[in-house]
């Protein structure tokens, strides 16, 4: 299995999965050129990260990926305990980070898609800071009691744990959020996920 990724994006929560996993893979570091380059265009057309390469199998989209990371590996239990009852909670928390919170991010990534006006940029952002922090409180409220988002270790954490490093540099307020403290600190200090942002050069 080998995954493309992009340092810090959302590909990033896919490499330390793979970590998770304990089993050996294959990484390919891509930038902004590498992603539109002819190589990378016969994987995904799309040029964009992640993508992951199994046997002959292609796959996109940062959800379906950490999903079929966590169902070829089984045993690393990132789907819970096999029972479905497990597998749909880290799923919902997996839905809550990719269709709710990784695209409040956009209007602070690229605001003049939201505003062709130059002059609404501020409100654009202002405006998604206001809804992050709405959903950071709720992944904190969630995290009251819990290390994990699902209430065990699941392929959710990782891609909420790249939010919040995505939240530190555009400087959302999290203050008071000390769940989410405290969740952040156990991902920075975890092997995997050193691993994962030492190759990538984030650490």
């Known amino acids: 299995m080998k995954l493309y990724t992009k340092p810090g994006a959302c590909s990033t929560a896919g490499h ?3 970590h998770w996993t304990g089993q050996p893979f294959e990484v390919e570091i ?3 050129n590498t992603m539109k380059a002819p190589a990378f265009l016969a994987i995904n057309p799309a040029g ?4 992951i390469v199994d ?3 292609v796959l996109t989209q ?3 990926i950490m999903g079929y990371i966590a169902d070829t590996h089984p045993e690393a239990g990132l789907a819970g305990d096999g029972s479905a009852r497990q597998r749909a909670e880290a799923a919902r928390w997996l839905a809550f980070v990719n269709s709710d919170l990784h695209p409040a991010f956009k209007p602070l990534f690229a605001p003049a898609q939201f505003s062709v006006d130059a002059d609404g940029h501020d409100a654009v952002r202002q405006a998604a800071h206001k809804r992050l922090r709405g959903l950071f409180e709720s992944a904190d409220r969630q995290l ?4 994990w988002l699902a209430g065990f270790r ?5 891609y909420f744990y790249i939010t919040l490093r ?3 540099g555009l400087k959302v307020d999290l203050s008071g959020l000390e769940n989410l403290s405290a969740f952040k600190q156990r991902m920075d200090a975890d092997p995997g996920v050193r691993a994962a942002l030492e190759a990538e050069g984030l650490s």
């Open 16 to 18: 330390i999965a793979l």
């Open 30 to 32: 891509l930038d902004k």
């Open 48 to 51: 964009a990260v992640p993508a």
């Open 55 to 57: 046997g002959d199998f």
């Open 62 to 64: 940062n959800a379906a």
């Open 144 to 147: 009251r009691d819990r290390d």
């Open 154 to 158: 699941s392929f959710a954490d990782p």
């Open 166 to 168: 995505w939240a530190g």
